[in-house]
């Protein structure tokens, strides 16, 4: 069956240190988004891609960086962590740009900054 | 700019009881609207959405929600809760005038099913 994975599922760093969030998807959608989760704030957009090589920053960029070199994956980066970073991180992909589409969420990865 | 707001955090409701997870939004022009379910530790899972036609959308789960415009609202409804239904729920909005497409999620409403 198609799928959305995202490792690692859980993940320690420390402050200043780079990481990388791994974001894959067997649905062979074009579009790939990554949110953060928090409590009280719901869910912020923080990059999105419309295909390969296409990527576009969301409401919460700073800190963050993608890239989207095939259609399957969008690893998200942390440039220098920062203990602001910890957080709950979802992926999502949706198959076409337009109103009604839906988007389809991967399982998240909890990232802890110390 | 486009907002969604859900005004309860929690919402507590007896098995068998009828449930409603209020939602209202704010955006400039047609909204699309979304509901979305989240159970502990696992990802969110598409649960309806409202775009066009009848006010009244159906969904996974037996869950339904009514689309209001007059209101701006986008109540998510179930006429008899299961213990099972206990998670997180997320409300998000999309306009049509939107050039990057983009959902707007809601800050997340906890509701818990009491046997």
């Known amino acids: 069956d198609a799928e959305i994975t995202q490792s690692p599922r859980h993940k320690i760093t420390e402050t200043g240190r780079q990481v990388t969030l791994a974001c894959h998807q067997t649905?062979?959608?074009?579009?790939m988004f990554w949110y953060r989760q928090d409590l009280g704030h719901g869910l912020r957009l923080i990059h999105y891609?419309?295909?390969?090589?296409?990527?576009n920053k969301g409401e919460v960029s700073d800190g963050y960086s993608v890239s989207r070199s095939n259609t399957e994956d969008l690893p998200l980066t942390l440039e220098s962590a920062a203990s602001s970073q910890t957080s709950v991180y979802f992926c999502?992909?949706?198959?076409?740009?337009?109103?009604?589409?839906?988007?389809?969420f991967g399982p998240g990865t909890r990232l802890l900054v110390l | 700019a486009q907002s969604v707001a859900q005004p309860e955090d929690q919402v507590n409701v007896a098995e068998g009881n009828p449930l409603t997870v209020k939602c209202t939004y704010s955006?400039?022009?047609?909204?699309?609207l979304f509901w979305y379910v989240q159970y502990p530790n696992r990802g969110l899972q598409f649960l309806l959405k409202?775009?066009?036609?009848?006010?009244l959308v159906k969904g996974s789960y037996g869950f339904e929600a009514e689309f209001n415009k007059s209101q701006t609202s986008f109540h998510l409804k179930k006429p008899s809760a299961l213990v099972s239904d206990s998670a997180l729920y997320f409300c998000?909005?999309?306009?049509?005038?939107?050039?990057?497409?983009?959902?707007?999620f809601g800050g997340g409403t906890r509701l818990m099913v009491k046997p």
């Open positions: 999502a992909s949706s198959a076409y740009v337009g109103v009604g589409e839906t988007q389809y």
């Open positions: 649905w062979n959608h074009n579009n």
């Open positions: 891609s419309y295909g390969v090589q296409d990527t």
């Open positions: 955006v400039s022009g047609n909204p699309y």
């Open positions: 409202y775009i066009t036609g009848d006010n």
């Open positions: 998000a909005v999309r306009a049509n005038n939107n050039a990057g497409n983009m959902l707007t």
